[in-house]
RNA sequence: GCGGCUAUGGUGGAAUUGGUAGACACGCUGGUUUUAGGUACCAGUGAGGCAACUCAUGGGGGUUCGAGUCCCUCUAGCCGCACCA
């Protein structure tokens, strides 16, 4: 009888080893091809999940499998250690934001420790450590130099009673998510990223990332939201049609419809509405009940379109004397184009709401065939020009064409390409984050903190019991002197986005010694790009998108010259769990729960429970399975096996117990065959030329899957890797040799086996290798090659067709020709059609695969 | 509202990319071993039929010698964006 596996004491003995012998260790090797693995790295919330488990073994079966490919790997591990929630924790439970963050750190770093994955702990490093941020702070420095960072007004999502601005994510139906209180729109001065000037570059490089998901990129090609249209400018009218001498700008995509204009609109935003709003109290009143109420964007979509009429006109500039009415609007976005519209409401959806509302005039400029006379709603489809002076008889794209050179002519307006996305705003009025090396001196000059002052450190006695920022308030951390001129000078007490310590760490990772701040090109040049990154896809937008932007910000600014920093993506799928309630619809742990014939009962007050569907784990539903629990009850090999079987890695996974014990079986299985066979391994085994029918099967079985496993892996395909495997398992542990030349292929199927497990369940793998002889670390061994020569058989199995539907499998020579098959087939009762051919109409003949006969 | 993805046994999912549908696993049924089984092993398991066979990849249509795979259309579910001029 053959022990259990015991995985707490070989789990331990190989990790040991490995960390012993520096196995992970990455070191730059300019004659060695590289191949940089990453997965996105770990917030320190406190203790790993199921994420993060899904994450890195995932990550680590291609680190470990590229090694084996003969790669040098690069694979390191760090903290995105900055952020808001280790300010709540210091604001709850009295602790040093610095203290939760290292101690969580701690436990996490055991606890990925435990799971057996081929990291690179030399090179870790947490965001919050102060060498990290120290060089962010030159980074800042270096784009700030290159003109990419910029000041200025903008309006923010404020907490009246957190004293805090927050994100729009942290807005829940137009209240704070903390404090519950109703949410300003207030006007602040903040730091920006220039991420608009890179639209073009961020769009078109997209097309390079062949090795992205498709989604990801529509995602971003959305996010980006390039349109192209005609910018024009119009002279304003006071009521009595004079000159004002202003000017109103506004973009439009719809050019060709100009002629159907009936109307002007502005932002409630706009400088103009602001200007009226001082002589005009209704004017006033409207801009503010327009701005205060923050709610969920989808219900801002569906408010109704309200106006307000100006005493301002603009004169249409195509139609003399026509005068188009201003009104300030609540559906024109003052961030987007020029935050001035004109309304062609026959052919805009919500300017013809807009003007069914105020009673303006809808005048079709574009007609299709099969059209009715009257317009129930705006007509947005293709069509021809109508009512349109130059433009009549025109198609849609033809009148655009014409009517933006005609405008270009006539010096009125210009072609002009849009973008939805916005610069970048990287302040937070927040502790805990990267303070930005600016001050501002009594002279009134904005200006960096010279480099042999940096870092500026974030102070470590602050005051949490106050809603808003502590470095604000702090008695003496803001006050300075400007060493140059000594003139007095504050500091900057905003800290920049988390987003921007976790849009360069990949870079970091690269540098040969972590503890220096000197980040050197060379390092870059050799390690970057990261050639395969794992992660979630809920970062296909931020942080994916911010992290491309950086990379060629600082190639802009002389600093790499990487100019995209992913060149693959995948993208992993959630782990979900059944969730449990009691009657109540309290949340219940599934570790509570017990179970007698499908009815759930809570394990201690014997409340019966209702089971819910499955859904992604998460704490508030309590549907979580703690990873350290699994590991010390089946261990890490158990754990990482069961998340690589079944679920294709793309989709979600559903945990459940009954697959646990499923992978733990299979631990088992492999444990038991590599002791029932160890004896073949103890001696040498004379081989003979001839060969049985038992040894061609196994050589082909074992180099067959060899090749499918290998495909796999590299197509992400882990959960056919591992059904390929199982098959491999069935089969060894059924055969018996019965010669010598059978125990020798026996031999190498195990040892090929072994071989490839080890990327998925290393511990396990490692000491099988050692068990059977293997020299050294089974990690440093090649990836075997499969020899194609097993593979091809002698005899194959061909489908017989009549009329496209399967009749019969037919056994025979590889590469046999038609006629031969047909041949055979007469000797074949089923198939009666071969034995007259004048009826067979046609042959469809695929070699080694099909013969279909059509009659 | 706009854009996208997905749909295969009781369940998770395979299918060499247009060529034997259901690999592999879970579950279930029966059997053997065991003091016991939430153990191990063996056999069976898409549906219908005694059978030869027939029907089956969300529904309907099409292309093709041949469709889970390609095209059209409908339905359901999921995801992203959201007054973007």
């Given at each position: 009888m053959i022990e259990k596996f015991n995985f707490k004491v070989i789990e331990k003995k190989w990790q040991h080893k490995w960390s012993e012998s520096d196995s992970f260790v990455a070191k730059k090797d300019l004659s060695k091809k590289k191949f940089y693995i990453l997965e996105m790295f770990p917030y320190p919330s406190g203790k790993i999940h199921m994420g993060h488990v899904r994450n890195y073994t995932l990550g680590d079966v291609i680190a470990r499998y590229k090694r084996g490919k003969g790669f040098n790997v690069l694979h390191p591990m760090g903290w995105d250690a900055f952020g808001m929630p280790a300010e709540n924790a210091a604001m709850q439970n009295n602790i040093h934001p610095a203290e939760w963050t290292y101690e969580n750190i701690e436990t996490m770093r055991s606890q990925l420790k435990l799971m057996g994955l081929s990291i690179d702990w030399s090179r870790e490093f947490a965001t919050c450590d102060q060498d990290y941020y120290h060089h962010q702070q030159k980074l800042f420095k270096k784009l700030y130099e290159n003109d990419i960072v910029y000041k200025k007004k903008s309006y923010v999502n404020w907490d009246p009673v957190d004293n805090t601005v927050l994100a729009n994510e942290q807005v829940i139906d137009g209240k704070g998510w903390r404090s519950g209180a109703d949410v300003e729109q207030r006007e602040l001065s903040q730091w920006f990223f220039k991420i608009k000037d890179y639209a073009e570059e961020l769009l078109s490089d997209l097309d390079i990332l062949d090795k992205w998901p498709e989604k990801v990129k529509l995602m971003q090609k959305n996010w980006i939201g390039k349109s192209e249209g005609c910018h024009l400018c119009f002279e304003i009218f006071d009521s009595n049609k004079d000159k004002t001498n202003q000017q109103l700008d506004i973009f439009t995509t719809r050019p060709d419809t100009i002629f159907g204009a009936s109307f002007c609109a502005i932002s409630p935003m706009h400088p103009l509405a602001k200007k009226i709003s001082e002589t005009n109290e209704s004017v006033t009143n409207f801009i503010n009940t327009q701005s205060s109420s923050a709610v969920n964007e989808e219900s801002i979509a569906r408010t109704e379109k309200e106006g307000l009429k100006t005493d301002l006109f603009v004169e249409h500039p195509l139609k003399k004397d026509t005068f188009l009415p201003i009104y300030i609007a609540n559906f024109i976005l003052m961030d987007y184009g020029t935050g001035a519209i004109y309304g062609v409401p026959a052919h805009d959806q919500r300017d013809f709401e807009?003007?069914?509302?105020?009673?303006?005039?809808?005048?079709?400029?574009?007609?299709?065939?099969?059209?009715?006379?009257?317009?129930?709603?705006?007509?947005?489809?293709?069509?021809?020009?109508?009512?349109?002076?130059?433009?009549?008889?025109?198609?849609?794209?033809?009148?655009?064409?014409?009517?933006?050179?005609?405008?270009?002519?006539?010096?009125?307006?210009?072609?002009?390409?849009?973008?939805?996305?916005?610069?970048?705003?990287?302040?937070?009025?927040?502790?805990?984050?990267?303070?930005?090396?600016?001050?501002?001196?009594?002279?009134?000059?904005?200006?960096?903190v010279p480099d042999n002052e940096l870092p500026i450190t974030l102070p470590d006695d602050v005051d949490f019991s106050k809603p808003g920022n502590p470095l604000e308030r702090h008695p003496t951390w803001k006050y300075t002197?400007?060493?140059?001129?000594?003139?007095?000078?504050?500091?900057?007490?905003?800290?920049?986005?988390?987003?921007?310590?976790?849009?360069?760490?990949?870079?970091?990772y690269c540098s040969d010694d972590i503890k220096m701040s000197n980040f050197k090109n060379e390092d870059l040049d050799y390690w970057m790009s990261v050639d395969q990154y794992v992660g979630g896809v809920e970062h296909a937008i931020l942080h994916l998108l911010y992290s491309r932007f950086f990379s060629k910000a600082l190639k802009s600014s002389g600093i790499g010259n990487i100019s995209e920093p992913f060149n693959g993506l995948f993208t992993q799928g959630m782990v979900c769990h059944e969730t449990y309630k009691t009657k109540k619809g309290e949340w219940v742990f599934p570790s509570d729960i017990k179970e007698k014939d499908n009815i759930f009962f809570h394990r201690e007050t014997n409340e019966e429970i209702i089971k819910g569907p499955s859904e992604s784990m998460s704490k508030s539903k309590k549907n979580v399975i703690d990873p350290e629990a699994i590991i010390s009850m089946y261990g890490a090999d158990t754990a990482r096996w069961f998340m690589l079987s079944d679920s294709p890695p793309g989709r979600d996974i559903n945990w459940s117990e009954s697959g646990v014990r499923g992978s733990w079986k299979f631990i088992n299985k492999v444990w038991t065959i590599i002791n029932e066979n160890k004896n073949l391994f103890e001696t040498k085994i004379e081989t003979t030329e001839i060969k049985s029918k038992k040894y061609n099967e196994i050589k082909k079985i074992t180099h067959k899957i060899l090749k499918d496993v290998t495909n796999n892996i590299e197509s992400f395909q882990m959960n056919v890797a591992v059904a390929k495997i199982y098959e491999l398992t069935n089969f060894?542990?059924?055969?018996?040799?019965?010669?010598?030349?059978?125990?020798?292929?026996?031999?190498?199927?195990?040892?090929?086996?072994?071989?490839?497990?080890?990327?998925?369940?290393?511990?396990?793998?490692?000491?099988?290798?050692?068990?059977?002889?293997?020299?050294?670390?089974?990690?440093?061994?090649?990836?075997?090659?499969?020899?194609?020569?097993?593979?091809?058989?002698?005899?194959?199995?061909?489908?017989?067709?009549?009329?496209?539907?399967?009749?019969a499998v037919l056994e025979i020579e590889n590469d046999s020709e038609q006629d031969k098959i047909i041949e055979k087939l007469k000797n074949i009762e089923s198939i009666q059609v071969v034995k007259d051919l004048s009826k067979v109409k046609k042959i469809i003949f695929v070699k080694n695969k099909i013969l279909n006969i059509v009659i």
């Open positions: 807009f003007a069914k509302k105020y009673d303006l005039e809808i005048l079709q400029v574009i007609k299709n065939k099969n059209m009715d006379e009257e317009l129930t709603e705006a007509f947005t489809g293709e069509g021809e020009l109508i009512n349109s002076d130059f433009l009549n008889g025109m198609s849609v794209e033809e009148a655009k064409k014409c009517i933006i050179s005609k405008l270009e002519e006539l010096k009125l307006g210009k072609k002009e390409i849009n973008y939805r996305l916005r610069d970048w705003g990287i302040s937070r009025q927040r502790y805990w984050g990267c303070p930005i090396p600016i001050i501002y001196r009594e002279d009134g000059e904005i200006v960096t002197t400007c060493s140059e001129t000594g003139l007095k000078a504050i500091r900057e007490t905003d800290t920049l986005d988390t987003f921007v310590d976790s849009s360069w760490y990949f870079m970091k060894i542990s059924t055969f018996r040799p019965e010669n010598n030349n059978d125990k020798d292929a026996l031999k190498e199927s195990i040892e090929i086996l072994v071989r490839i497990l080890e990327p998925m369940i290393p511990h396990l793998a490692e000491e099988c290798w050692s068990i059977i002889g293997g020299n050294d670390l089974l990690c440093k061994q090649p990836w075997p090659i499969f020899d194609a020569q097993y593979i091809q058989d002698d005899m194959i199995q061909i489908v017989i067709q009549v009329n496209g539907k399967k009749k």
